[in-house]
């Protein structure tokens, strides 16, 4: 059994080509410079890796790809959570397959107000056809975008039911009182809760989680990986300020995952890394310009990224 | 070039086994019991047909045993629209290539408050990528469920760039007014609007619509179809009346797709069609009795539909 993931997981984005095909050596490369750089993990085709505008196909050739080209197993935890249970099922046994540490789970999400019974069945379902006792199950809790929440009670259950399989949750609600709640409910019993941004990463850990999921580690790992690795030392609120400094100018962009590739092509001087599949749009000229000034503004780099 | 699809259109239900596995034979009989009935064409895959429940290959497989079981091509509008571009390029090929009627396309609804520019290149990709005359695209807009809206200004830019292409919307919102705003729009331009429930079926042909894609047209087909049929009669007001009646009664249960598979299982005298693939969970025995009985109150009949 691979050792359980703690600490800093950055949700990967995703680079395309120009024709939005993925771009499996930049991604090899972003993943190994993540690893390098502070990640203790890497929770490929989450949200921020636009994983929803790829198909299952896709996905599991790009994580195919990361392992051919060197990133270890035991550091990946990849989405594998869709709308249609036979993809999730059929992500998850790939993930597990390969040794992948765990996986991020998405509850199936285009059907709003289903009722808990249902998401148990679904999970339950996975789990059961996957049928594999090397599976690390971690829910993903995200309903701003999601808008199907992963609830306390849906928790109690499939703990109840799968005990060594569910290992934890990332709670992306934003709502640092349910963050709270999940440690408080299931912290005690192996269930490990990570923050779905770094700005709770410090409160996480003091209230007994086990660190962060989070979009910003893709641009500032080494800044959040400090807060993680210091959160018993009188250093630590400081380098919490200092690590929420940077969110706050990736947040305050027009678009979050745009800004990331923004500020990944500026800092690594590739272009390439600003496009994003449709739906979502590239961050304009004078959008750029803003996000690198403020970036510039607040001493923010990126050692070790320019090839 | 195939006809236009006008009339009264059902977004069949998809009928599982126990396993959750699709059932063709039930689903072909379904379709030609509804095309034998009033429906004039099947939005096969949509919302209510747990389509999003379902992977691209399942969806790929069930329409070619739709055609193989003798359901025509050309009154088939599958619903082709996924999260993922590359999925919603692959479906819409398929049902092209099969020369379906029409496909009707979900934007992509897993990123919300994606910006129209995204919208729009996310159909242009579709469109360009399939490169067929041949396409008929629907746009299917409800928000309830996908929380991405097509607006007027998304219909607008799509249509001035594919007039060929561009052909129609089903308008899920619920908002009569937003219904008539479209036909109002772009309804003389040879773009088919259509209601997406029966309630606005009288109104929007009124209005200058076409039809309506609905839930409803599963169970009460030939009810429907009355009121498209003579909707410029004297009796128009009492046969939408008639078919608002078994309406009110569908959507009163505690979930509709359930409810229109109980009262499927119900009158079929074939209870494997009560089965919904998670997230979805079937009706419990005494919701089960209170749709029977407020169907069956109301004089409600599904004619032939027992083997």
Redesign the interface.
């Known amino acids: 059994m691979t050792q359980r993931l703690r600490g800093v997981l950055a949700p990967v984005v995703t680079p395309f080509k120009k024709d ?1 095909s993925p771009d499996a050596s930049r991604f090899v490369r972003h993943c190994k410079w993540l690893l390098a750089h502070g990640c203790s993990g890497l929770a490929a085709f989450g ?1 921020n890796s ?1 994983a ?5 196909d ?1 996905r599991m050739v790009l994580l195919d790809q990361l392992l051919e080209g060197g990133v270890p197993a035991a550091q990946l935890m990849p989405g594998t959570g869709c ?5 999730s099922v ?1 992500l998850t046994a790939h993930a597990v397959k390969l040794g992948c540490a765990g996986v991020l789970m998405l ?6 107000g ?2 808990d ?3 148990f ?2 999970f339950s ?1 996975v789990v059961q056809r996957v049928g594999d006792g090397r599976l690390r199950l971690y829910l993903y809790h995200i309903p ?5 929440p992963i609830t306390l009670g849906l928790i109690a259950r499939l703990l109840g039911a799968y005990p060594q399989t569910v290992a934890g949750v990332k709670d992306s609600s934003g709502d640092w009182s349910n963050t709270q709640a999940m440690i408080d409910a299931f912290g005690k019993q192996g269930f490990d809760v990570f923050a779905g941004s770094e700005v709770f990463l410090l409160r996480t850990m003091r209230a007994g989680g086990v660190g962060c999921i989070t979009a910003g580690a893709n641009v500032n790992p080494h800044g959040i990986a400090k807060v993680y690795a210091d959160w018993r030392s009188p250093e630590a609120e400081a380098l919490q300020a200092a690590s929420d400094k940077v969110r706050q100018i990736l947040q305050s962009q027009v678009s979050m995952i745009p800004a990331l590739k923004a500020a990944i092509a500026h800092y690594a001087d590739d272009r390439e890394w600003q496009t994003v ?5 590239e961050l304009a000229l004078e959008q750029r310009a803003k996000l690198v000034s403020e970036l510039f503004g607040a001493g923010f780099d990126m050692p070790g990224i320019k090839r």
């Open positions: 939005y949200t636009e929803n505008s790829l198909s299952a896709e709308s249609a249970l036979t993809d059929r509850p199936p999400f285009y059907y709003k289903v009722p019974e249902g998401l069945r679904n379902e701003p975008v999601s808008q199907v599949r449709p739906p979502l749009v």
